[in-house]
């Protein structure tokens, strides 16, 4: 290794020179994995060698080429690498070098995943692999779930409400015209007091419907009643019909929350005041409205009712004074 230049070339040169080492190491470790080519079982099947063939090999450090070998069955069909099995690799890619890249896809965009490795880490990745590999990673996440549970640290108070909240963004698809839905989801522990004590969080990638996401947030809603079956569960979400046919189910009572709400208000003073010389008094309805404590059933109910009396009022003097009639 040659130190020459500036500090900057210098950090180049030693970086290369340690993905070097590191490229090396990785090729001795990877042929630890491999077997010596004897016959073996994998459950009720005798596998016999078919050869030793070189496998370029992804890794943090650069592509490592092995000679490893493979089996197959005395009837041929599909091929078994024992080294690939017995060392976990994913797509082509070491352990690392797929967390790493799963890792990163997860916080960047893949370009931005894609420059950053050329950048600091001196490795040049078509942005295929690196989706291919992340997205792989994903699918043994989402399988292994179903026997993963969220568990509950050790609470201090009681916990009297379970708030369960979802929500949903429709996500345009780059490899289709379409769109699908990506979904969030919280679990909010709160005492008697209303102090939130904990929460768990969900969200699942865009897909066609909501069923996987349905299946994990009732799986975490059926542990948390076994926790605490005595706390109230309330629900919260948007106006989407789907989001309250989901918390019907499985929530005592359901509010649409506040964001979603002040919308509504804001309409509501839109229909009271639609003049354009009304803004002011407009902009004082809609803040005394979202300042007043309603009494439970009634204020949501006389708002509208109010509201609406109002407009059919302006609009059948309005309809009344282009019809010329009086």
Known sequence: M???GSLMEMEAAILEASNAVGRCATEEALGRFDTDGSPMRVGETKLTVRGRHPKV???PFGEVQVERYVYQTSRGGRIYCPLEHQGRIIRGATPRF????SHKYAQLNVRAVQTDLEQNHARQVATSYIQNVADYVGSIATAKEESWEYALPQLDAPIATVVISLDGAMIPMADSAGY????VGTLSFYDPEGERAHTIYLAAAPEYGKSEFSQRLTREIARAKQHYPEALYLGIADGAYGNWTFLEQHTHRQLIDFFHAS????????AQYPHRRDATRRADWRWMSGRRRPRPGRSATWSIGSTSRASRRRWSASTRRCSGRR
Do not use: F, P, T
């Open 2 to 4: 040659r130190l020459s």
């Open 57 to 59: 090999y992804q890794s």
């Open 98 to 101: 797929a967390s790493q890249l």
């Open 180 to 183: 699908r839905e990506a979904m």
């Open 263 to 270: 919308e509504y208000v804001g309409k509501l003073a839109q």
